[in-house]
């Protein structure tokens, strides 16, 4: 999800991060954001679920 212009916020859970490729993916995509002057803020769905007022902190 992208906020404002230059904020990206990806929410995962484990069972999807599990598999290498889909790891090594998210980190590649992460990168090229960054490279194109994004902030990349990755939270757990257990943290959203759960711990919702650090994320929206965090944002």
Same mark, same amino acid.
Do not use: K, N
């Given at each position: 999800? *992208?906020?404002? *212009? *230059?904020?990206?916020?990806?929410? %995962?859970? *484990?069972?999807?991060?599990?598999? #290498?490729?889909?790891? =090594?993916? %998210? /980190?590649?995509? %992460? %990168?090229?954001?960054?490279?194109?002057?994004? #902030?990349?803020? /990755?939270?757990?769905? /257990?943290?959203?679920?759960?711990?919702?007022p650090f994320v =929206? /902190?965090?944002v």
């Amino acid at each position: 999800m *992208r906020i404002g *212009r *230059r904020l990206i916020v990806e929410i %995962d859970g *484990r069972t999807y991060q599990a598999l #290498v490729e889909a790891f =090594e993916s %998210d /980190r590649r995509e %992460d %990168d090229e954001l960054v490279a194109l002057g994004h #902030v990349v803020l /990755r939270c757990t769905c /257990r943290r959203v679920m759960f711990d919702w007022p650090f994320v =929206e /902190r965090t944002v």
